[in-house]
């Protein structure tokens, strides 16, 4: 039984359309009316979510790590640490952003990068929760971030299946609500190690959980090879212009991109169907047109067996099919026919075996 997960009013599982999560991070550069502009444009692309990132940089980073310098073209400040906290918003910039979402109708959550950060987003009460591919392995958080109640959304770049399933045993007794993602932590991926068949894998692996695919390659097509594999929820950065500032832009979807991305996934689900081979009206005339009937190679008089030799395949169809060659063969004409009349069973009477014997 394959899992399934709802999502603000999204339903998501096998049987669903793809939910599109426009990954923002950071790619607002520290800037809240630049987040707007962001959420605006991903929900007119007809992406389903927005997400940014939080982080409780103190917290997070080791002293070393946080005043390291931090000198090149896209710092926004002269340690990591300052430039991890001029990008990062509040509790002022998270309310005004949810409300905006709310607005706009599209969903809003984040990433939560450790417990406070969980507990920051739990006081917005968040839709759901991503887990980025780094703490797969941070069994704490997953527990903590669990007992929530809320979907989690896990990444799993960097990782080995057993890691992979270790993430899985432990969020899943706490909390079902589970969606694992396929995700190459590269940035970007080469398309040689996007490994979309691993999404087969967690099918098989991992069958309460909701698949997925984080796609940090440069396109639009892989997401839809994804959801044919079964990936039902693909997660894309995404920015206003590629060339901005920052480590991200370079690899996300600007505004058209995601458009035809969403609009790709929308086609891609319409046209899987429902797995039965059926006609359908449009095929009618085209198939006659191009089909093939029995029909008269030479002119016959009436009373004439019907031979191989008698009979060409011509189009168009409607006619007697070619698959009947054989209840047509050996019968007699009932009257004169001429070279390119179709063939029918009423000027056809019965085979000459079966006259012979009556």
Sequence with gaps: MAGRLKIGAHEIGDDTPCYVIAEIGHNHQGSVEKARELFKEAKLAGAHAVKLQKRDNRGLYTRAAYNKSYDNENSFGATYGEHREFLEFGLDEYRELQAYAKELGVDFFSTAFDLASAEFLESLDVPAYKIASGDLKSTPLLEHVARFGKPMIVSTGGATLED????????????????????T??????????????????????????IGFSSHDNGIAMPVAAYMLG???????????RASKGTDHAFSLEPVGMRKLVRDLERTYRAMGDGVKKI??????????????????????????????????KSPGGGIPPYDLAKVLGRVTLKALHEDDFLSFDVLGKPSAELARS
């Design 164 to 183: 992979v399933q270790r993430a899985y045993d432990t969020i899943l007794p706490i909390n079902p609500q589970l969606a694992i993602l396929q995700c």
């Design 185 to 210: 932590a590269g940035y970007p991926a080469a398309f040689e190690e996007l490994d979309l068949r691993v999404i087969s894998t967690y099918r098989e692996h991992f069958p309460k959980a909701v």
């Design 231 to 241: 990936a039902r929820i693909v997660e894309k950065h995404f920015t206003l212009n």
């Design 280 to 313: 359908y009206d449009s095929e009618r005339a085209p198939i006659v047109k191009m089909g093939k009937s029995l029909v008269v190679a030479r002119s016959l008089p009436s009373g004439h067996v019907i031979a191989e030799q008698d009979i060409v395949m």
